[in-house]
């Protein structure tokens, strides 16, 4: 069972849900994302450590699902983790090792690497349960996300 449901839902609920659309490039999404993340004052800084991120390698997982994340957010000095859900539509090529392109990204700031980990471990797991995928290509919104984290943590 996994467990800090409860953090992450609180986390989602500090960056929310956005949907972006005619996005045609890598750098031009990473700009949206950091513009629409409201939790997060230092935008340009936010952006340059996302965009570094992705150049080391691709945070996508496959299914048409990315998980972006600067690899230094102590630089952004929140005070409490930020996820953000963004919706792409049409979605993008993001070099995805099953060579689908991404609609879907969970933009994971965290202020430590224990935080960082319990959220890639709770994000994996759900992200794994044929249910939760099902709902997620309806692309819900705040309210229904969170609910489906709620369910997916009893799991």
Not at 29 to 48: C, G, H, Q, Y
Not at 99 to 115: K, M
């Amino acid at each position: 069972m996994v467990k800090h449901s409860e953090e992450i839902i609180e986390a989602l609920s500090r960056g929310g849900v956005h949907h972006l659309e005619s996005i045609a490039s890598r750098e031009q999404l990473l700009r949206a994302i950091s513009d629409r993340l409201e939790a997060v004052p230092a935008k340009s800084l936010l952006f340059e450590l996302l965009l570094e991120r992705e150049q080391v390698v691709s945070t996508a997982v496959g299914h048409g699902v990315a998980l972006p994340h600067p690899r230094n957010a102590k630089l952004l000095h929140l005070q409490k983790r930020v996820v953000g859900c963004f919706y792409l539509d049409p979605p993008i090529d993001y070099d995805a090792r099953d060579g689908e392109p991404v609609w879907c990204f969970f933009v994971l700031i965290c202020l430590d690497t224990a935080s960082h980990l319990r959220t890639m471990r709770e994000l994996a797991h759900c992200l794994r349960q044929p249910e939760f995928m099902t709902q997620l290509l309806q692309k819900p919104d705040l309210e229904g996300l969170t609910q489906m984290f709620a369910e997916c943590a009893g799991k």
